[in-house]
């Protein structure tokens, strides 16, 4: 695992050497400690498409809508759609909100810093022994998260708690199984175009990999997954997620760890 992080830091660090335009701080599988703009609405469709590991497929669709209250407050609105029992269903919705409480800025480079905290109610059967609150898992979560910009490449980590309630509809967690887990991300993206900046209108691509791990707490049930991806922003409004989450390690009771994910957003300036 420290072998694996400590390779993607250091060709990301190779690439974005010597580079003077800043790079995107807009990751795919995590969220960054910068917000979208203050006085924004954001509309955000996600749909995942996993591998079961009983065979077959999982469609999730999961739409957001986004608002940028101030440029220190970001809250979303989330909801949840699967094909995992069957027939495609809506199983529950979530709130998301992030508080960005530091900023540094130099030239060239700065530094975020931001407390986060999600809420969600599921009703469907828990049907794995990962904690997920984004479609899964009925419970809460408190994280931090802090984002470093180095020309064009950005760093960021997360760390976060979560904690599982019973799902509803009578979707009991098992009474075995722990309800709480500690997470641990590590995100790396590189601007790969423009290669020179000349206005709002420039197709930006930005090249990512993150790494996301959960370990139960109580328990020694762990995962460790890699997740690139491919991140294109149309005229600084529009922005297509193009990425592959698999497994790299773990001996957790997981229903699809593995898939690609497809996202659309648009944000709307009030």
């Not at 180095?150 to 904690?163: G, K, M, T």
Request: charge should be positive; include cysteine; hydrophobic fraction near 45%.
């Amino acid at each position: 695992m420290k072998r694996t992080i400590g390779i993607l830091l250091m060709v990301l660090s190779l690439c974005g050497a010597g580079h003077h335009v800043q790079a995107q701080e807009l990751f795919v599988f995590t969220e960054p400690a910068s917000n979208m703009p203050a006085h924004t609405i954001g509309l955000r469709a996600s749909n995942w498409l996993m591998q079961a590991r009983k065979g077959g497929s999982v469609y999730s669709f999961y739409p957001e809508l986004m608002w940028g209250k101030s440029k220190h407050l970001m809250l979303h609105v989330e909801g949840f759609f699967s094909n995992q029992q069957g027939s495609f269903r809506a199983e529950g919705a979530g709130l998301y909100a992030k508080y960005r409480f530091y900023v540094r800025d130099t030239i060239y480079r700065h530094f975020r810093a931001a407390a986060f905290a999600r809420l969600s109610a599921i009703q469907a059967p828990v049907m794995q022994e990962e904690i997920a609150l984004a479609g899964h898992n009925s419970g809460y979560s408190l994280g931090l998260v802090g984002t470093q910009l180095l020309h064009r490449l950005a760093l960021s980590s997360s760390f976060w708690w979560e904690h599982a309630t019973d799902n509803l509809g009578q979707n009991e967690l098992p009474a075995q199984q722990p309800g709480d887990a500690l997470n641990l991300s590590l995100s790396g993206g590189l601007l790969i175009l423009p290669k020179r900046y000349t206005g709002y209108q420039n197709l930006n691509l930005n090249l990512m990999a993150e790494v996301l791990s959960q370990q139960l707490i109580g328990s020694d049930k762990h995962f460790v997954d890699l997740a690139p991806s491919l991140q294109f922003i149309f005229n600084s409004q529009t922005r297509v997620d193009i990425g592959y989450r698999f497994e790299l390690s773990g001996n957790m009771s997981r229903w699809a760890p593995n898939g690609a994910l497809l996202r659309v957003e648009h944000l709307l300036f009030l």
